[in-house]
């Protein structure tokens, strides 16, 4: 035990080391260097999309040091709330969150909002993905549409965290199939581990998540995919989006990057060109293959639109859900 | 016999030395994470994943392997030399491992723990080799309904942890229970019990109140009794090593230990805790000195500790065979697996067949390893019981506080953490078992989010818990298990009469 203890201790006198850094010699040539929070505990999305910034910025040299930080929480909305007072006016310190984040901050009625921070790109965006069990008799989403017109709650959903993105499209496609998005029958399971299990032993009707995580099964033959609801077909699979099936639906898992409130409008133009740089870097192409995630770059001011919008949106579809007043 | 040729091209690549290095890297890792209290194994390969990026796909998910396996064996030697369960799954070895541990037995606890790992890690890995595709058909077909009358089956076996007084017992599972429903609730997002705490969102987290009510309610209990009574564990008594009487004890609950952990570890959310609790009753039940539970039987921790460590080989059934991951840190090794472009899945045998059994190779060879590791360091570590009590209760203090930071940098975590302390305190001060509040902070969520689906699915008709042969016959075990002794009394009485 005093060994780990020394190598412990090793540990916290190097992170404090880093913590303190030598503060950024303000010369505009030298690269600067950045902290990104993850709202979000380690490993998952929004922390993956962090480390691989990190990695990926220190690669091609845009920043001298990155250091990714992990404040979890409620569906990132305590780590909101801290990056809104720590991040305020500074010029190098970034946020990586989602559309996630957009739910939870309305379900939650939290305090902070994506308002108050400052948008700086959008990163990805995955698209999600419809399924039915192999020997289901819904072969298409217009038997989908169907019976949920028939029969609203017996349509069995299955999908990931009640509010978030896999809820949303369950909703907004009984919606516009013409029923009561309040009355979905959403079996919220806690990762598409589950759900996937429910799927495949035929106990709900249909089921949503990323299309990475279904993948394996829908190859295998498991699984049907009946639409994907991005706005584009994915490369390489031959799924139809929804829209192209006449329901006029699209969600996508985005991710985007995000600075503090009040930071000048040059610090703004540096980190925006910052990030430009490395989405549009050979590397990042490489990361984004490698994830198997959907490029859904746009800069900060088409992003600060897109986002205004997506809150009207899950706003409306979390109130008819009863998830937000 | 094709399973067997692909066993044997496994340990080809297994016996590679980079490979090995990589195994020998993670069971040393694993070890130490697990050893502390809130740096789990899932945390540990988290962090690790970036660093990995550029590293051989092989190598680095057997490090990833032998992390799992090592963190649950380190998870042990806390609880039972401390009483401080590194994780949830430790909590039932920390009843019977740390009495043993106090009346000098600390060394044949440690040793009969390490060994029945070894034992359970082996035979379940020979279960994933080869029984995993069979497995899995049963446990895609494990429904919420299912899942929720296995959970009915464990709430009545906490009974078993509950100590002298069914009374405050059961006050202690509400206080869990109670706990348990703290947070988001999962089925409908909306807050339960948060009063606006946005930290409370996530819920209450096992290990910290598992820590608290163990770790620091006992290191406060000893400390108030230290003026005037003050306590004086025993480090070693007679053997170190398992005597003929342990091993001969020892056996058959790791046997029943696997019997329970890999089944239900391969279940898509069976977990490792439910095995370990189901474990304990059974032991208890079976044991020819039961009164002997409670104050350090060595089957109550034989059992549970085999249990746990089948149910991780277990896990890795539905990962590997569907690309479920079933618990953190699963999940996060399937985050590895996409890292280097794998899809784990029906697939991924066929397509990747020198990595899958590689791995599946490398957990032998971890599980060797980690029992060489082990064995040697159970000298070292029963010495720890020899330091003096001030000492080593500031050091508990110093080492769950770290632990709870670690997991989550938070003010409030560690309040609460102080918290349960105090309220594991007052418990022992009044004589209230510590166990079942841990019991049913993690059954009680579990049990109402898969009674809730069940009747969600089945558009709110009870009558689904008893229609599915599964479901019906776990509850027609528990209705028995409950009504059993309460018979069994009753005939007993009825006999004396009518003699």
Do not use: C
Not at chain 2, 91 to 96: G, S
Not at chain 2, 319 to 345: K, R, V
Request: glycine share 12%; proline share 6%.
């Amino acid at each position: 035990m005093m060994l780990v203890t020394r190598r412990r201790i090793t540990l916290a006198i190097g992170a404090g080391l880093l913590l303190a850094g030598v503060p950024a010699a303000a010369e505009a040539q030298t690269p600067p260097e950045l902290k990104i929070m993850a709202p979000a505990g380690a490993g998952g999305g929004w922390d993956t999309a962090a480390r691989s910034l990190q990695q990926v910025m220190t690669a091609i040299g845009v920043a001298k040091s990155v250091q990714v930080t992990n404040v979890p929480g409620a569906g990132g909305t305590v780590g909101l709330a801290q990056f809104v007072t720590k991040a305020s006016g500074k010029p190098d310190e970034l946020m990586v969150a989602g559309i996630t984040l957009v739910g939870a901050i309305i379900s939650n009625q939290s305090p902070v909002t994506l308002k108050q921070v400052t948008p700086i790109a959008r990163l990805t965006g995955d698209p999600l993905v419809i399924v039915v069990p192999a020997n289901s008799p819904i072969k298409t989403v217009a038997d989908l549409t169907a019976a949920i017109k028939k029969d609203v709650a017996g349509t069995i959903w299955a999908g990931g965290s009640a509010g978030g993105a896999d809820h949303i499209l369950a909703a907004l496609v009984t919606k516009a199939a013409g029923a009561d998005p309040g009355r979905t029958n959403y079996v919220a399971f806690s990762g598409g581990g589950e759900a996937l299990a429910a799927m495949l032993g035929r106990r709900v009707t249909a089921g949503v998540s990323g299309y990475g995580e279904f993948q394996g099964q829908i190859e295998a033959g498991a699984l049907r995919a009946l639409a994907v609801s991005s706005p584009e077909r994915l490369a390489g699979v031959n799924v139809p989006t929804l829209k192209e099936l006449g329901v006029d639906v699209e969600v996508v898992n985005w991710r985007g990057i995000f600075a503090g409130p009040n930071i000048t409008a040059e610090d703004q133009k540096k980190l925006s060109t910052l990030v430009e740089t490395t989405l549009k870097s050979p590397q990042w192409a490489e990361v984004l293959k490698a994830r198997g995630w959907s490029d859904y770059y746009a800069p900060a001011a088409e992003f600060t639109t897109f986002l205004a919008s997506e809150q009207t949106r899950v706003q409306e579809i979390l109130k008819s859900l009863g998830l937000a007043k | 016999m094709d399973s067997l040729l692909a066993l044997g091209h496994g340990f080809v690549v297994a016996f590679e030395p980079t490979n090995l290095l990589f195994a020998a890297i993670g069971v040393v890792l694993g070890t130490a994470v697990g050893v502390l209290p809130g740096i789990g194994p899932a945390l540990t390969v988290a962090l690790l994943l970036p660093v990995t990026f550029k590293l051989d796909p092989g190598g680095s998910l057997i490090m990833f392997a032998g992390i799992y396996y090592g963190g649950m064996y380190g998870g042990s030697t806390t609880a039972i030399l401390l009483n401080t369960p590194g994780e949830s799954a430790s909590v039932v070895t920390a009843l019977e491992g740390n009495q043993m541990a106090r009346s000098g037995r600390g060394g044949p606890a440690l040793a009969t723990a390490a060994i029945g790992s070894f034992v359970a890690g082996t035979i379940a890995t020979f279960g994933l080799a080869f029984l995993a595709p069979v497995l899995v058909r049963l446990a895609v077909n494990f429904g919420p309904w299912d899942y929720f009358a296995l959970m009915v089956l464990a709430f009545v076996t906490v009974s078993a942890t509950f100590g002298s007084s069914p009374l405050r017992g059961l006050t202690s599972l509400a206080l869990g229970l109670t706990l348990g429903i703290v947070g988001i609730d999962q089925l409908t997002g909306r807050a339960r019990l948060t009063f606006g705490v946005p930290q409370l969102f996530d819920g209450i987290e096992v290990t910290t109140l598992a820590v608290g009510l163990f770790a620091i309610g006992e290191a406060l209990y000893v400390a108030s009794r230290h003026l005037y009574a003050p306590e004086k564990p025993i480090p070693v008594k007679g053997s170190l090593w398992m005597t003929r009487e342990d091993w001969r004890r020892s056996w058959k609950p790791w046997l029943r230990g696997v019997g329970f952990g890999f089944p239900i570890g391969a279940l898509p959310a069976g977990g490792a805790e439910i095995p370990t609790f189901l474990s304990y009753t059974t032991e208890r039940r079976l044991a020819k000195n039961p009164e002997e539970f409670g104050r350090g039987a060595i089957e109550g921790v034989a059992g549970p500790e085999a249990a746990n460590n089948a149910s991780a080989a277990g896990t890795l059934v539905p990962l590997l065979t569907l690309g479920l991951p079933t618990s953190a840190t699963a999940a996060i090794m399937l985050a590895g697996f996409q890292q280097y472009g794998l899809q784990p899945g029906p697939l991924l045998f066929t397509k990747e067949p020198a990595l899958v059994w590689g791995l599946i190779a490398s957990l032998f060879i971890a599980n060797t390893m980690l029992i060489i590791l082990n064995l040697p360091l159970i000298g070292i570590w029963v010495r720890l019981l020899a330091i003096p009590l001030p000492w080593l209760y500031a050091g508990i203090l110093v080492f769950a506080a770290m632990g709870t930071i670690a997991s989550d940098p938070s003010v409030v975590e560690l309040a609460m953490l102080v918290g349960f302390g105090i309220i594991g305190f007052l418990m022992r001060r009044y004589d209230h078992p510590i166990a079942p509040a841990v019991v049913g902070l993690i059954l009680g969520p579990m049990a109402d989010n898969q009674l809730r689906r069940s009747l969600q699915m089945s558009l709110g008709d009870p009558m689904i818990l008893l229609q599915n042969p599964g479901s019906a016959t776990l509850l027609a075990i528990a209705a028995l298990a409950l009504v059993a002794p309460v018979l069994l009394k009753g005939l007993e009485r009825f006999q004396a009469q009518e003699d």
